[in-house]
């Protein structure tokens, strides 16, 4: 679709609900003043169940080939990790953004999702610390490997879950700098 046929909120909710039925649940707009004009912020919210969350943004693509990826956040709820995934259409028309959060349920027991790297590059940081952080497996992402914990952290805890039995040994005591390893430094020799 053109950014020349922009819908309401409530269309691209309909949209949605149309193309995907019980699989996008929970929808909710909400209308924020905003600025000394009290412009109006529009937020879009959705569950999304896992099984179609590709499909869904795909779908989101459609309404504007522009989407734009913001970030993705992640909560320990219980017995589910849940994933929402923070997007904009209309992205830097001003006045007429409107963010779309869809929220992914991921059961402790299998906390997998698919990747959309392929759809939207720029998600890959978010995937890649989901993954560290919340421990959940994100299937096909491009680059499957540590960013924000070190190498020689334990590869079974998740600084980001509650349920964590281990938290005391996740954080090392900086003050005790004569316990912790030097970093090695190889020595670059000047030109001159």
């Not at 039925?21 to 569950?47: L, S, Y």
């Not at 989407?67 to 320990?76: K, L, M, N, P, T």
């Amino acid at each position: 679709m053109s950014r020349d046929q922009k819908l309401s909120p409530e269309e691209i909710v309909d949209s949605f609900k149309k193309e995907f039925a019980k699989k996008v649940t929970d929808t909710k707009v909400e209308r924020h003043p905003i600025g000394p004009k009290k412009n109006e912020m529009i937020h879009i919210w959705m569950t999304v169940d896992r099984s179609s969350y590709r499909d869904v943004v795909k779908h989101l693509m459609t309404l504007d080939e522009q989407a734009h990826f913001a970030v993705s956040s992640g909560y320990d709820i219980e017995d589910r990790i849940e994933i929402i995934n923070h997007f904009s259409i209309y992205f830097g028309e001003r006045g007429e953004e409107i963010s779309i959060n869809f929220k992914v349920a991921l059961p402790k027991s299998d906390p997998t999702m698919e990747s959309i790297c392929d759809l939207i590059p720029g998600a890959l940081i978010s995937e890649q610390e989901k993954q560290e952080m919340l421990g959940i497996k994100v299937k096909n992402i491009p680059k499957d490997m540590r960013v924000f914990i070190s190498d020689d952290f334990p590869e079974d805890m998740y600084p980001w879950r509650k349920d964590e039995m281990n938290a005391d040994k996740m954080g090392r005591n900086l003050h005790e700098h004569d316990k912790i390893p030097a970093a090695k430094v190889d020595k670059v020799e000047d030109d001159e």
